[in-house]
């Protein structure tokens, strides 16, 4: 705010007022809307700009008036190149190693931002611009999740005048865990009234923009839409799937050999780039998960069942690309389309989380229990449908991360060369060409403030500010021949590290989530990345002093960036790894009475901040008045691919665990009381451990002090839902636990609920090295 120049006397007549003072400054004269679309878990090789089979109409509408870059590169894992965005820094400097999810209490794993990286969004909305957030935001702090939590690290606190979108990793598109602004919200209509999320988030984008252009007309905006697309579940309508019917019939080994002359002619990559093998596997160094299954190998259904899963994700992919299209109409139809950069990318590269066999829930893979590959083909024709929580086999993550090695969550190529368009045409004389330089995601933030005439200040309220970790990629736009102007760029994900330095790439040996430990051991391979895009040929032993050179490099990049201490923890190991990792993660703290109590008329509860009744024992209590006429939710958790809950429905009460989403559904039941204050509750007890590590135990129903039904029943160890579905008083959220009120919130009604109490004190049987068999990917 600027100094005050008016005068001020003791009466109004003989003062001199100062707007100028109190107004915020303008933007430069000229100065551009900013649009960035980023997409989730997308291969460089999937699109059809950069020669896939996917066909994304709008992006290839914006490479044909703009530019297209062949090398530009993510931190491989989601959390970690979204911070990139946010404030132009490194994503360890930013505290994110990592997921949210998956912080640790330290600085370059703890998830908060700190002052000294301020946010480009605030010194654009500071500069003059509106500022909307729209979709996806994973870099929410876990320890501020809840609706009761601190929100100066939600998007409105990070410089958002407005957010509309989802906290976390992925959400169901047909059912989403929905938030606006600081708090949390019910989705705005249901599948059958025409639902999707895609949909959904273009809606309020248009909103945002309209609304703010109908009374600040001159007044510049940047939009960050952040899609749930293309990351699980792969959901989308039936008629985007049934476009691609046949098209990944020939499998995904034949798909890379199809896919890499297309992006040899496309410029995308240089003649001679070879194929590198699929998924190489020294022994102990990456997850086993990763393996591809042989196309040649798999059995007819399988194979059907495979192609399915492809053609969904290319739906949904296309669908999403509609939605943005959508956007980009009113852009050009509103006439701002010219004077609007727009960057449209991915987050890093294809998603390998689904498996060898790709599953239909994939809740199973993240809770440890093992996918029904029979049942999951029964279910062919439902894929990308609300009965569905699918994800394709590592096949397709290797296909469509052509040619390079490996994908999302490794530092090779496949895990960090990801898509990237560019589109101004106020600013770029340039059309429908490739730009061959080496950048990357901290690239971005320079780039739209060089672009927008505004510098990231020296100081930030009063905190000194850490430089940008990036180059403006403008010097790129108009020369195609100009040489890169970054020089360094360290990588590091799940303790596999990298490091590109002018034209050289270092990689060790060590996967991500192989819990191994032993980094002093790690073997650099060594690439040279101006002659072998692919990094198909390790150049280690011919150039040891180059590995030298790069592994001092990166170890300075580390020292600046608090990338250490390096942690593979995360996943795969023993018991006493996991007792290492839980030590350091955040913990919802636990009342001393291990009771919660919880009340009708709030907000759902994000699983993670709600009482764990996964893999312990348990009892909850309702205390409810009920008339003759009572129905609904008395509370609800998860959705139909695994949860529970407790409702009256017909006259009888009834508790439902429902193990994900495997039929039939843990039924208990009793007649409705009689009229009146009664306590309703359940109460499970951990007996023993099942094959795949699920509980297993009796499950009492009680009606006051009256035991009103048992039955034995298995557990889930995992969490009941990675889309974020959490606990709910007196209604269902979205999609519902039971089959027995599916469609529908089921509010409780005529009747009251005082309160619902859950209490995990007693716990009997706790299974340190289960739990972290469970845990699993969070990303």
Same mark, same amino acid.
């Given at each position: 705010?600027?100094?005050?120049?008016?005068?001020?006397?003791?009466?109004?007549?003989?003062?001199?007022?100062?707007?100028?003072?109190?107004?915020?400054?303008?933007?430069?004269?000229?100065? +551009?809307?900013?649009?960035?679309?980023?997409?989730?878990?997308?291969?460089?090789?999937?699109?059809?700009?950069?020669?896939?089979?996917?066909?994304?109409?709008?992006?290839?509408?914006?490479?044909?008036?703009?530019?297209?870059?062949?090398?530009?590169?993510?931190?491989?894992?989601?959390?970690?190149?979204?911070?990139?965005?946010?404030?132009?820094? !490194?994503?360890?400097? !930013?505290?994110?190693?990592?997921?949210?999810?998956?912080?640790?209490?330290?600085?370059?794993?703890?998830?908060?931002? +700190?002052?000294?990286?301020?946010?480009?969004?605030?010194?654009?909305?500071?500069?003059?611009?509106?500022?909307?957030?729209?979709?996806?935001?994973?870099?929410?702090?876990?320890?501020?999740?809840?609706?009761?939590?601190?929100?100066?690290?939600?998007?409105?606190?990070?410089?958002?005048?407005?957010?509309?979108?989802?906290?976390?990793?992925?959400?169901? !598109?047909?059912?989403?865990?929905?938030?606006?602004?600081?708090?949390?919200?019910?989705?705005?209509?249901?599948?059958?009234?025409?639902?999707?999320?895609?949909?959904?988030?273009?809606?309020?984008?248009?909103?945002?923009?309209?609304?703010?252009?109908?009374?600040?007309?001159?007044?510049?905006?940047?939009?960050?839409?952040?899609?749930?697309?293309?990351?699980?579940? $792969?959901?989308?309508?039936?008629?985007?799937?049934?476009?691609?019917?046949?098209?990944?019939?020939?499998?995904? =080994?034949?798909?890379?050999?199809?896919?890499?002359?297309?992006?040899?002619?496309?410029?995308?990559?240089? =003649?001679?780039?070879?194929?590198?093998?699929?998924?190489?596997?020294?022994?102990?160094?990456?997850?086993?998960?990763?393996?591809?299954?042989?196309?040649?190998?798999?059995?007819?259904?399988?194979?059907?069942?495979?192609?399915?899963?492809?053609?969904?994700?290319?739906?949904?992919?296309?669908?999403?690309?509609?939605?943005?299209?959508?956007?980009?109409?009113?852009?050009?139809?509103?006439?701002?389309?010219?004077?609007?950069?727009?960057?449209?990318?991915?987050?890093?590269?294809?998603?390998?989380?689904?498996?060898?066999?790709?599953?239909?829930?994939?809740?199973?893979?993240?809770?440890?229990?093992?996918?029904?590959?029979?049942?999951?083909?029964?279910?062919?024709?439902?894929?990308?449908?609300?009965?569905?929580? !699918?994800?394709?086999?590592?096949?397709?993550?290797?296909?469509?991360?052509?040619?390079?090695?490996?994908?999302?969550?490794?530092?090779?190529?496949?895990?960090?060369?990801?898509?990237?368009?560019? $589109?101004?045409?106020?600013?770029?004389?340039?059309?429908?060409?490739?730009?061959?330089?080496?950048?990357?995601?901290?690239?971005?933030?320079?780039?739209?403030?060089?672009?927008?005439?505004?510098?990231?200040?020296?100081?930030?309220?009063?905190?000194?500010?850490?430089?940008?970790?990036?180059?403006?990629?403008?010097?790129?736009?108009?020369?195609?021949?100009?040489?890169?102007?970054?020089?360094?760029?360290?990588?590091?994900?799940?303790?596999?590290?990298?490091?590109?330095?002018?034209?050289?790439?270092?990689?060790?040996?060590?996967?991500?989530?192989?819990?191994?430990?032993?980094?002093?051991?790690?073997?650099?391979?060594?690439?040279?990345?101006?002659?072998?895009?692919?990094?198909?040929?390790?150049?280690?032993?011919?150039? +040891?002093?180059?590995?030298?050179?790069?592994?001092?490099?990166?170890?300075?990049?580390?020292?600046?960036?608090?990338?250490?201490?390096?942690?593979?923890?995360?996943?795969?190991?023993?018991?006493?790894?996991?007792?290492?990792?839980?030590?350091?993660?955040?913990?919802?703290?636990?009342?001393?009475?291990?009771?919660?109590?919880?009340?009708?008329?709030?907000?759902?509860? +994000?699983?993670?901040?709600?009482?764990?009744?996964?893999?312990?024992?348990?009892?909850?209590?309702?205390?409810?008045?009920?008339?003759?006429?009572?129905?609904?939710?008395?509370?609800?958790?998860?959705?139909?691919?695994?949860?529970?809950?407790?409702?009256?429905?017909?006259?009888?009460?009834?508790?439902?665990?429902?193990?994900?989403?495997?039929?039939?559904?843990?039924?208990?039941?009793?007649?409705?009381?009689?009229?009146?204050?009664?306590?309703?509750?359940?109460?499970?007890?951990?007996?023993?451990?099942?094959?795949?590590?699920?509980?297993?135990?009796?499950?009492?129903?009680?009606?006051?002090?009256?035991?009103?039904?048992?039955?034995?029943?298995?557990?889930?160890?995992?969490?009941?839902?990675?889309?974020?579905?959490?606990?709910?008083?007196?209604?269902?959220?979205?999609?519902?636990?039971?089959?027995?009120?599916?469609?529908?919130?089921?509010?409780?009604?005529?009747?009251?609920?005082?309160?619902?109490?859950?209490?995990?004190?007693?716990?009997?049987?706790?299974?340190?090295?289960?739990?972290?068999?469970?845990?699993?990917?969070?990303?």
């Amino acid at each position: 705010m600027a100094e005050f120049t008016g005068h001020i006397k003791l009466d109004v007549r003989d003062s001199v007022p100062d707007w100028e003072a109190f107004i915020p400054p303008k933007p430069p004269q000229g100065a +551009p809307n900013v649009l960035v679309v980023l997409y989730d878990d997308t291969g460089q090789a999937a699109w059809s700009p950069f020669g896939g089979r996917i066909q994304m109409p709008t992006m290839d509408r914006l490479a044909a008036g703009g530019l297209t870059y062949s090398q530009w590169h993510t931190t491989a894992l989601c959390s970690p190149t979204r911070s990139t965005f946010l404030t132009g820094r !490194n994503h360890h400097s !930013n505290g994110f190693a990592t997921i949210s999810e998956s912080s640790t209490g330290f600085p370059g794993y703890n998830s908060h931002i +700190p002052p000294e990286n301020a946010t480009m969004a605030n010194i654009l909305r500071d500069a003059g611009w509106s500022t909307f957030w729209v979709g996806k935001n994973h870099n929410v702090p876990i320890d501020e999740w809840t609706a009761g939590s601190s929100k100066k690290n939600w998007p409105l606190a990070q410089g958002y005048d407005r957010f509309y979108g989802f906290i976390g990793g992925e959400t169901n !598109n047909w059912f989403p865990s929905l938030a606006e602004d600081n708090r949390y919200i019910d989705q705005p209509y249901l599948p059958d009234d025409g639902y999707h999320l895609s949909k959904d988030l273009a809606d309020q984008a248009l909103r945002m923009i309209r609304d703010s252009k109908q009374t600040e007309p001159d007044k510049p905006w940047y939009l960050w839409f952040c899609p749930g697309a293309n990351h699980a579940p $792969h959901h989308a309508p039936q008629e985007y799937i049934d476009k691609y019917k046949g098209a990944f019939d020939d499998g995904y =080994e034949a798909y890379r050999e199809w896919v890499l002359p297309r992006m040899i002619e496309r410029g995308i990559l240089p =003649e001679g780039t070879q194929l590198t093998e699929l998924n190489p596997m020294p022994d102990g160094t990456f997850n086993p998960t990763d393996t591809v299954r042989p196309w040649a190998e798999l059995n007819a259904e399988e194979r059907a069942m495979f192609s399915r899963m492809a053609e969904v994700y290319a739906g949904f992919s296309e669908y999403t690309d509609a939605q943005v299209g959508r956007i980009v109409d009113y852009l050009e139809e509103s006439g701002q389309l010219d004077n609007t950069i727009i960057f449209y990318c991915a987050d890093n590269g294809a998603s390998g989380e689904g498996s060898l066999n790709g599953s239909v829930n994939e809740g199973k893979i993240f809770g440890g229990y093992p996918d029904d590959l029979a049942q999951n083909l029964t279910m062919v024709d439902q894929l990308g449908s609300p009965d569905t929580y !699918n994800h394709y086999p590592t096949g397709w993550a290797a296909a469509f991360s052509t040619p390079y090695r490996m994908f999302k969550r490794y530092v090779y190529q496949g895990g960090v060369c990801d898509p990237l368009v560019i $589109h101004w045409p106020a600013g770029i004389a340039s059309r429908g060409e490739v730009r061959n330089q080496y950048h990357h995601s901290t690239d971005i933030v320079p780039t739209i403030l060089d672009a927008c005439g505004v510098q990231m200040p020296a100081t930030y309220n009063g905190v000194e500010q850490n430089p940008l970790a990036g180059v403006s990629m403008r010097y790129s736009f108009d020369s195609a021949g100009a040489p890169t102007e970054k020089h360094t760029q360290y990588f590091e994900m799940l303790g596999n590290r990298g490091i590109w330095h002018d034209g050289w790439k270092a990689v060790t040996e060590h996967g991500p989530m192989a819990g191994r430990g032993r980094f002093d051991d790690d073997k650099w391979q060594l690439f040279h990345t101006d002659v072998d895009r692919a990094e198909a040929v390790d150049l280690s032993d011919q150039h +040891p002093e180059k590995v030298e050179e790069l592994k001092e490099l990166w170890f300075a990049e580390a020292e600046a960036n608090h990338v250490l201490p390096l942690n593979d923890l995360q996943i795969i190991g023993n018991a006493k790894d996991f007792e290492t990792f839980v030590g350091m993660e955040f913990k919802v703290p636990v009342p001393p009475s291990g009771q919660y109590t919880y009340y009708p008329g709030t907000s759902e509860v +994000p699983e993670r901040s709600a009482a764990n009744t996964h893999g312990v024992s348990y009892k909850v209590l309702a205390d409810v008045d009920l008339t003759s006429q009572t129905e609904g939710v008395i509370f609800a958790h998860g959705s139909r691919f695994g949860g529970h809950a407790l409702f009256i429905k017909d006259g009888r009460v009834h508790y439902v665990y429902n193990f994900l989403g495997i039929p039939p559904e843990n039924l208990i039941s009793a007649p409705v009381p009689t009229s009146g204050r009664h306590i309703l509750g359940v109460e499970f007890t951990k007996q023993r451990m099942g094959e795949f590590r699920e509980g297993i135990g009796p499950l009492k129903l009680y009606v006051d002090e009256n035991l009103a039904g048992e039955a034995e029943i298995r557990t889930v160890l995992g969490h009941f839902s990675l889309c974020g579905e959490g606990l709910c008083i007196g209604y269902d959220s979205g999609d519902a636990v039971s089959t027995r009120y599916v469609g529908s919130r089921f509010e409780f009604s005529n009747g009251t609920i005082h309160k619902v109490v859950f209490d995990i004190a007693d716990d009997v049987y706790v299974d340190v090295e289960a739990h972290y068999a469970a845990a699993l990917s969070r990303d």
